[in-house]
């Protein structure tokens, strides 16, 4: 199993910046992709930021040009940098590992860290 921490949320003004990390570890050899998902009061959960171990890296159109994921391996670590927040990406944000163990899927999940943008 993976287990995940997630850190960096906190209170901004919007068009202020935030970066959120998330650390990585168990069975970390087994992950094929990390990434963001946040969820709004009354909101789905939904995509925010992906890598996989490869590299490739896919973004919610909402967060597209404004948010950057970076991924330091050797400290088993993802971040999600937030640039030009807006009161929009308030939300709970969660850590996300997929791993793929004899060709089967499993998600594993962060306890999330909020991220509140208001003036």
């Known amino acids: 199993q993976v287990q995940l921490v997630e850190s960096g949320g906190g209170l901004v003004q919007p068009g202020g910046s935030l970066r959120l990390s998330c650390a990585a570890s168990g069975s970390i050899f087994t992950i094929y992709a990390k990434g963001w998902y946040r969820q709004a009061p009354g909101k789905q959960r939904e995509l925010v930021a992906t890598?996989?171990?490869?590299?490739?890296?896919n973004y919610a159109d909402s967060v597209k040009g404004r948010f950057t994921i970076s991924r330091d391996n050797a400290k088993n670590t993802v971040y999600l940098q937030m640039n030009s927040l807006k009161p929009e990406d308030t939300a709970v944000y969660y850590c996300?590992?997929?791993?793929?163990?004899?060709?089967?899927?499993?998600?594993?999940w962060g306890q999330g860290t909020q991220v509140t943008v208001s003036s």
């Open positions: 996300n590992s997929v791993t793929v163990v004899a060709g089967n899927v499993y998600d594993y």
């Open positions: 890598i996989t171990t490869g590299g490739s890296i």
